[in-house]
């Protein structure tokens, strides 16, 4: 009688584990990133200047919601490559860096969302305490999360200038 009891409250826990696992298909889908929306903002050999503000405006979707999305500015004075889509702009000289600009920043997505449209206003100093940022070429790197996990990079070739000195 015992072994059948322990049978019985064995098969009671495998059975309740059972129905309780989870039935729905895991997210396999990677979120998007749109820059093809008017007023994208930056696109791919746009200028963003030192000293001033830009608005960040981007699509991101997702089949069942997006997470946090991040971005990465740094310096292309030696036009390296990566493996994303960043492509040359009419590239300046190979130049050693002196004091190049470098940022990146994660931002939050509110919960529940699939499509989110950014609004994120940046500002880009013009120097820091070694003097005025380097002009030239840079790379803006733009992630998005989703909340399983999944990520999508977008990588654009940019133009860094300070108003006096833009060419």
């Known amino acids: 009688m015992k072994y059948l009891r322990k049978l ?15 039935d729905e298909d895991p997210d396999k ?15 791919n050999c746009d200028t963003i200047y030192f000293g001033e503000t830009f608005e960040l405006k981007l699509l991101f979707t997702d089949n069942e919601e997006l997470g946090s999305f991040s971005i990465d500015i740094h310096n292309n004075f030696d036009h390296h490559s990566h493996s994303t889509e960043v492509t040359e702009c009419n590239p300046g000289a190979n130049k050693e860096p002196i004091n190049p600009f470098a940022f990146i920043e994660s931002f939050s997505i509110p919960d529940g969302l699939t499509i989110y449209e950014t609004n994120q206003l940046i500002t880009i100093p013009a120097g820091n305490n070694d003097g005025l940022y380097d002009d030239g070429d840079y790379h803006f790197f733009i992630r998005v999360t989703d909340k399983a996990g999944w990520s999508t990079y977008k990588g654009l070739s940019i133009k860094m200038f300070h108003k006096q000195t833009a060419q």
Do not use: Q, W
């Open 8 to 22: 019985l409250i064995v098969t009671f826990v495998i059975l309740t584990v059972v129905a309780c696992g989870d």
């Open 29 to 43: 889908e990677k979120p998007i990133i749109d820059i093809s929306i008017e007023d994208a903002f930056p696109t």
